[in-house]
């Protein structure tokens, strides 16, 4: 299962840690979820962590996203998610490589 996200601004917002002992940067999306009913109407607005190369923060382009394999992890017997976004179409372009993949081997 993909959860599609949308990045529709490369712009930062900066925030105060809740300790006050700093600020941190965040980017604005848009998550395209799935309740147990089905997919929500409407994309929910969700706050991504940019990523860093030393202490640079690097914005996510404007576009379409999904989340990276390795953002799930199972820490303390539970999961972890870090959000890592690859591009939507690459995701889609892999995922159809694995199922083409997969016939060939049945």
């Given amino acids: 299962m993909f959860i599609k996200i949308s990045v529709e601004s490369d712009q930062l917002i900066t925030k105060t840690k809740r300790d006050k002992s700093g600020t941190y940067q965040v980017q604005e999306g848009w998550a395209y979820c799935h309740g147990p009913n089905g997919p929500h109407p409407h994309p929910q607005r969700i ?52 199922i083409v993949a997969d016939k060939k081997a049945a």
């Fill in 47 to 98: 706050e991504l962590f940019p990523p860093k190369n030393g202490n640079a923060v690097n914005p996510y382009a404007v576009g379409e996203y999904t989340l990276a394999p390795d953002s799930l992890s199972v820490r303390y017997s539970r999961f972890d998610v870090f959000t890592r976004l690859i591009p939507w179409e690459q995701a889609i372009k892999a995922a159809r490589e694995l």
